[in-house]
């Protein structure tokens, strides 16, 4: 069976340029596919990334990222002090938060504050009792930062004092106006235990960068040869 017995070389001709047609298109829309479409993509997603500086570029989102501070040896601390809040340890608590919670959670601690746009999880909402991961109790926030929150920005803070950490909790409570649930006691007599047996020494720490900038400083000036042309 031939094509030439069922058509005439006028159609066969008709036909070969029909289907040339369709090549081309086919052609032009793999172009498309493949080619321009990822590249646009590509473009957009490098000029956002350009726009929007990445964490740790800018210093003052990244966790990492902490204000110099000096040596500190704290006393063992009467647990009243701390376990349930007071007018001093709510001023340090809200301190503290204003410097290194509201860039995430919001002034108010809505979860809205300009550091927690682009984060997923969201940064949690304080005023909601909805979604909380370890809970509301005292004990329960007093985890969250101690351990952080694995798989998210929510860091460990437990390079601030206990008793600060205590502040913050009773701050973060302060935020919502629900109940937060009855503690354990048991939760709560370790907590107690904590503050008042073992004192603590915060050490001296000075910011990552800044301490990145001393290593290299004092690197190039012990090997001299190692420097870069380009900095020499
Ligand atoms: C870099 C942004 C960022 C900063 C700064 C930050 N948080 Fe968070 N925080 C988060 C995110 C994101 C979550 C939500 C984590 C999740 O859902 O897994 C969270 C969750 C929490 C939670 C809820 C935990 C739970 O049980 O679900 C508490 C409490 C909390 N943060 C307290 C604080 C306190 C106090 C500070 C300041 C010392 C602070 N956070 C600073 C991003 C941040």
Redo the contacts with the bound molecule.
Sequence with gaps: MKLNDYLTPDELKRLASALLVVLGFISIAAFFGFTVVPGLRYQAHTTDSSVQAV?GETGW?D?TDYPAMAREVIPPIDPKTVMTPNPALMAKGKA??AQ??????GPDGK?D?P??TG??????N?TDKV??????RLE??YK??EEG???????S?NY?AKRD?MA??H??QSLGAYDHGASDPKNLATLEKLFASAGEVIPNRIPVSRAVEVLSREYAEAHPRATPANER
């Design positions: 964490q989102l966790p503290l938060y290194s919670c509201a860039t995430c959670h979860g504050g550091g927690g984060l997923t999880p969201k940064p949690r304080f979604a909380w991961k370890n809970g509301t329960d926030i969250t930062l929150i694995k798989g998210s920005s929510m860091v803070y601030l950490r913050l909790a701050v973060v």
